[in-house]
């Protein structure tokens, strides 16, 4: 009731608050007070409880052309809780708990009643600076714009959001496991669940250990597959590996000069795994995930994000005779109006380990630690708090970084 109240004497005006702006490419944020605009009609203003940075937000942060917007406000993993709605929003209420996404789901177009597809075909997913309707709620100090990130931009204690980019969730999910079903762990869990539909006593092997193949791991873990082969050059990997499900380590620096698929082809008595996984972003890497899918029925699907023109190359012979298919994915396939309520409810029915997917915590001033906290390989995922008081009570410690 309180928080109520306190909305409403906020509603319809803007608001000042602190976020972590990107000035330039590649350069640390900056902790800004800055306003964020009122909602405009389907839109809602969400006060953001804590938010977790993604690799995405890494690799574009470090883009200049194309897609490289400055100033910019990134986080994409970001849960909150509604403080006001514009004219038109009803499906959520101010004080629901709600997890922004980047993709949209309309309800009406053929994708989104479709259950083949997660792509909004009316409101198709661009990498756009600003809000849906071509414009941003933020600005700085000086009255300037701030561009949005991913239709989200979850690094700021307050962000505006489209109505068809949000999901209500259950508010007894805890706020740092919350956040993560936003990009990272429901596009690894969706791929095995949704795009490839392991099936159990199945073969995986996944390319890249971070957090979304881990996932990928822990997906195929919860589809019963007999054999999960993870492959990576960081050897803290294994041990990490194991607790997703992952039955077999290859680290390519260990191999005096074999490739991976290779070792996956000879594990596997030439037939090679039923499903394989790209999570890095590396065009060789999708190259060796589908020389090792097996023939006949496998699929490779590639959930790496590279840079905007890159390319990989396949044997034209080989693709066509080999019965093999492969695929990419945004995601995991996953819609998220429907599907992050199933992962939240496996969460809390102790199925899906989202708790092994945090690996650190820390306030909003410690935001470029985090950074080099992933870009060093040394965490899986750092949880970024905004509201400290929601962190008190959910009993969490701060990281000492």
């Known amino acids: 009731m309180a928080q109520i109240q306190e909305a409403s004497k906020t509603a319809g005006k803007p608001i000042r608050c ?52 400055y100033p910019r ?16 929003v009803e499906d ?35 990498l756009s600076p600003y809000i849906r309707d071509g414009t941003s709620r933020f600005s700085d100090a000086k009255g300037e714009t701030i561009y949005h990130f991913g239709y989200t931009s979850g690094f700021s204690e307050y962000t505006v959001v489209d109505i068809t980019h949000v999901t209500k969730v259950d508010p007894a999910l805890p706020a740092s496991k919350a956040c993560l ?20 006593g199945s073969t995986v092997a996944i390319f890249g250990l971070g957090v979304i193949g881990l996932a ?44 991976a698929s290779g070792v996956i082809l000879e594990m596997t008595d030439g037939l090679g795994a039923d499903y394989c996984f790209e999570c890095v972003g590396l065009p060789s890497l999708s190259q ?34 080999s019965g093999k298919t492969i695929t990419g994915v945004q995601y995991g396939g996953l819609k998220p109006n429907l599907d ?16 092994l997917f945090v690996t650190h915590e820390i306030k909003l001033e410690e935001i470029n630690k985090a950074f080099k906290l992933l870009i060093e390989g040394k965490c899986l995922r750092t ?9 008190r009570a959910d009993g969490v410690t701060f990281n000492e970084i």
């Open 18 to 69: 602190r976020a972590a702006v990107a000035r330039k490419a590649g350069e640390p944020l900056v902790i800004e007070e800055i306003t964020v605009a009122p909602p405009k009609a389907r839109e809602l203003r969400v006060r953001v409880l804590c938010s977790a940075l993604c690799f995405s937000d890494i690799h574009f942060w470090r883009l200049k052309e194309p897609h490289g917007y």
């Open 73 to 88: 406000i990134f986080g994409h993993e970001t849960v909150g809780v509604v403080e006001s709605v514009g004219e038109g």
């Open 92 to 126: 959520v209420k101010v004080g629901d708990t709600v997890i922004p996404s980047f993709l949209a789901y309309c309800g009406e177009c053929p994708d989104c009643i479709s259950i083949k597809s997660n792509q909004c075909s009316k409101l198709r997913f661009e």
């Open 181 to 200: 079903l936003g990009c990272g762990v429901s596009t690894g869990v969706g791929a095995a669940w949704k795009t490839a539909d392991v099936e159990e």
């Open 216 to 259: 990928v791991a822990e997906g195929a873990r919860l589809r019963g597959a007999k054999i999960i082969i993870g492959v990576d050059m960081n050897p803290d990997k294994v041990e990490i590996g194991k607790k997703f499900g992952i039955t077999h380590f290859i680290n390519p620096r260990e191999l005096g000069g074999k490739l």
């Open 288 to 321: 060796e995930a589908f020389t090792c899918c097996r023939k006949g029925w496998g699929k490779t699907i590639i959930l790496g994000v590279d840079k905007p023109d890159s390319q990989f190359i396949l044997n034209s012979l080989v693709n066509n005779h």
């Open 340 to 355: 992050i309520a199933i992962l939240a409810k496996r969460y809390l029915d102790k199925e899906l380990q989202l708790d």
């Open 383 to 391: 949880v970024i708090w905004f509201d400290q008081e929601r962190a």
